[in-house]
């Protein structure tokens, strides 16, 4: 298996655009879950799925970010408009029993 | 107050060292715990499960203590590719899993 894939591996853009991060779980397992990193606050959870289902996104920051996983195979974690504090590492991660999570390499993003 | 709590670091050692990290939580409820690994600039890993009765695997050690609320990790005969920061990781909630902030390890020959 080719593990967690996330992209895009870097994406650099302007205060206000749309940012759209995408991740392909690892076959087979059943959560999903959405992380950021800075420096200053470590890893946070955003969002997690079950089974395709939202289970908890009390981790969302605000209403500019947005969730999805329409299938098995793929979720999107989206920002608009974006700003300059969600400047950070976001990572992905699937796991088959919510314990062990394995982590895709994460997208850097940077908000200018 | 955090929920994970880890002394940032870096600890300084030279290969063959010892080292002890410690992380303390507040959520007396949780019910799993885990030391995961990043290096610079990639993805954590996890690198052991945490159990009441203690575990070891190789040169590493973790211990819990639930009535203080605390986790250990103990790293043994230090090498160079252990430089690496190293997670606490506990449960929080159902299937929720709350990151420290990580305490930084480098090891010198």
């Known amino acids: 298996d080719a593990g967690v894939i996330q992209s895009p591996r870097h994406e650099v853009t302007e205060m206000g655009q749309e940012v759209t991060l995408r991740c392909k779980p690892i076959?087979?397992?059943?959560?999903l879950f959405w992380y950021r990193q800075t420096m200053m606050r470590g890893l946070e959870l955003l969002i997690y799925?079950?089974?395709?289902?939202?289970?908890?996104d009390s981790g969302m920051p605000e209403d500019r970010f947005s969730a999805k996983m329409p299938n098995a195979s793929f979720s999107t974690l989206k920002i608009q408009p974006s700003e300059p504090r969600d400047s950070a590492v976001y990572f992905c991660?699937?796991?088959?029993?919510?314990?062990?999570?394995?982590f895709g390499s994460g997208t850097q993003l940077s908000v200018l | 107050r955090k929920e994970v709590e880890q002394d940032p670091g870096p600890f300084n050692v030279p290969e063959g060292a010892t080292v002890a990290f410690n992380c303390t939580y507040s959520?007396?409820?949780?019910?799993?715990f885990f030391w995961y690994r990043q290096d610079c600039r990639k993805e954590p890993k996890l690198l052991m499960s945490?159990?009441?009765s203690g575990n070891e695997d190789g040169r590493f050690t973790a211990q819990l203590n639930r009535a203080s609320q605390y986790i250990s990790l103990l790293i043994r005969d230090s090498k160079l590719s252990d430089s690496a920061t190293y997670l606490c990781?506990?449960?929080?909630?159902?299937?929720?899993?709350?990151f420290g902030t990580g305490t930084r390890l480098l090891v010198s020959p």
């Open positions: 959520n007396s409820a949780s019910q799993s």
């Open positions: 076959s087979g397992h059943d959560y």
């Open positions: 991660a699937s796991s088959d029993r919510a314990e062990k999570l394995f």
């Open positions: 990781v506990v449960t929080s909630g159902f299937q929720k899993l709350v």
């Open positions: 945490v159990y009441s």
């Open positions: 799925f079950n089974n395709n289902v939202p289970i908890d």
